[in-house]
């Protein structure tokens, strides 16, 4: 045909294809991956499920089409959602949210049974399945109704401030829960904020280090061969630095704490790109809880708990014997574990299906199901700071790095706990532990950090298009 040319589209991993670019709209080869592997997520957790009837039933579960039909559904309707509204997204962070997601529910469902022949504990797991169902739903909506996360931006005072009062709010209802105060009790309900307050300061870091960035960044003074911080500049880490304390001191929840610096710490050296920032929040993190972990009883408890562990377990002290008993179940686990139904996670207690239901996965599935379980929540932080990388406006990038930060922050306090290499903090594992509000809000930080690969994915293949 004279006259008449035909625009050609570069295929991912390769050059020109030569095939017409409606032949493959935009993102297409992004989608069917993500289909690919959502697939696989999906017959993970089902043959998952089938083989924990099996190990502690001796039959295959009654419910297991239910099961499989409704994780279906929990892959189906985000994946069309992002065919629709995020095409160019990337195509790891959904199929990676749902196999995790999938895993603590074959993880629960195994333990349910444990607990209430040893505890007469009442069930979770189906509790647990009507929270991810709500926290994929709220995934889609953000994602419909999100065109852009730049909109974010114009908000981030709000967002601090609903932030601040979720914050401190659990320090001003009566009663607690294994210590701390990190829950709202309304009735039988209960409300984690914390859970999304890490989101939220994420939004107003990122916002504030885009309009701040070149004050923090050029001015200072040269020590040591680092470019120290100001003193006009240390206002925000000093106020961040005492809300911690506060947190800390007044709630019992060193978890949040360490998340909540972290976060700001990760973010403005993301933003600056000066190891000063980071000296300074490190040893205002050690000097600070230092003091209150020697003055606040329920936080010099778990700090004593970790130095002896071993003690604890000997006084029989409940929840300080936890440190020791968990080591015992990975130890007990070896390399490939005992198999999945054939262990005693149940002995951890009651956080057994909390912050330690990674000895579940030590236990039955050793080392290498440990270490699996590890590298996909690696491979997710991955891919948000890759994510972070990819984006060309300023406010995504630090909104992404905060997202996958807070993520990284959460595993490292929990795991590290569990292990051992810090003192305990409460906080549960994501994705994989009990715990609705933890649950939805890891289902609205991938919602973002979809909406914000979305906008990279755009730029990029506009970019090929230009220069092809």
């Not at 032949?23 to 690919?36: I, K």
């Not at 109704?145 to 979720?166: F, G, K, N, Q, S």
């Not at 004050?215 to 925000?236: F, I």
């Not at 005492?242 to 704490?257: C, F, K, N, W």
Request: charged letters at 15%; hydrophobic letters at 55%.
């Amino acid at each position: 045909m004279t006259g008449v040319t035909v625009e050609t589209v570069r295929v991912e991993g390769g050059g020109d294809s030569g095939v017409p670019a409606a032949a493959f709209p935009p993102g297409s080869g992004r989608r069917l991956g993500e289909a690919v592997l959502l697939v696989l997520a999906v017959l993970t957790g089902c043959s998952g499920y089938a083989y924990t009837g099996l190990a502690t039933a001796g039959e295959v579960p009654a419910g297991l089409p239910a099961f499989a039909g409704v994780m279906a559904c929990l892959a189906l309707f985000p994946h069309l959602a992002v065919r629709q509204w995020a095409p160019h997204a990337d195509p790891l962070i959904l199929p990676l949210a749902v196999l995790l997601s999938a895993l603590g529910l074959v993880l629960l469902y195994r333990l349910d049974p444990a607990y209430a022949r040893r505890y007469d504990a009442g069930p979770t797991a189906d509790g647990q399945l009507v929270w991810t169902v709500l926290g994929v739903v709220l995934c889609v909506v953000v994602v419909a109704l999100l065109p852009d996360h730049r909109r974010l931006r114009r908000y981030i005072h709000l967002t601090m401030a609903v932030a601040l009062v979720l914050l401190m709010a659990p320090a001003f209802f009566p009663g607690d829960l294994y210590g701390a105060k990190r829950w709202i009790l309304i009735g039988p309900l209960s409300f984690q904020p914390g859970e999304f307050v890490k989101i939220m300061i994420a939004v107003f870091f990122a916002g504030h280090l885009v309009t701040h960035r070149d004050a923090l960044a050029l001015t200072g003074r040269k020590a040591l061969g680092m470019r120290l911080p100001p003193g006009r500049q240390l206002g925000p880490i000093v106020t961040v630095w005492v809300l911690s304390l506060l947190v800390l001191a007044l709630e019992r929840d060193l978890g949040t704490s360490l998340i909540f610096f972290g976060l700001f710490v990760v973010m403005l050296y993301a933003a600056t790109e000066r190891t000063g920032w980071v000296v300074c929040g490190l040893l205002m993190a050690v000097v600070g809880a230092g003091v209150v972990g020697s003055l606040e009883p329920h936080v010099k408890g778990r700090i004593d708990a970790w130095l002896h562990p071993f003690d604890a377990f000997k006084e029989g002290s409940g929840v300080s014997d936890q440190a020791a008993q968990a080591l015992f179940s990975f130890g007990s686990g070896g390399v490939t574990g005992s198999g999945l139904g054939r262990g005693h996670p149940e002995l951890v207690r009651f956080a057994g299906r909390s912050d330690f239901i990674l000895t579940t996965v030590g236990e039955e599935l050793g080392l290498a199901g440990t270490m699996a379980v590890l590298v996909l929540y690696a491979l997710l932080v991955q891919r948000g700071l890759s994510v972070a990388l990819r984006t060309p406006d300023p406010f995504g990038k630090l909104l992404a790095v905060g997202l996958a930060a807070a993520l990284a922050l959460q595993v490292f306090v929990v795991a590290g706990g569990v292990l051992a290499l810090i003192p305990l903090t409460g906080k549960t594992l994501p994705f994989l532990a009990k715990g609705g509000s933890s649950l939805v809000a890891n289902w609205l930080m991938v919602a973002l950090l979809i909406r914000i690969s979305d906008s990279a994915g755009r730029a990029e293949d506009e970019a090929a298009r230009a220069g092809g």
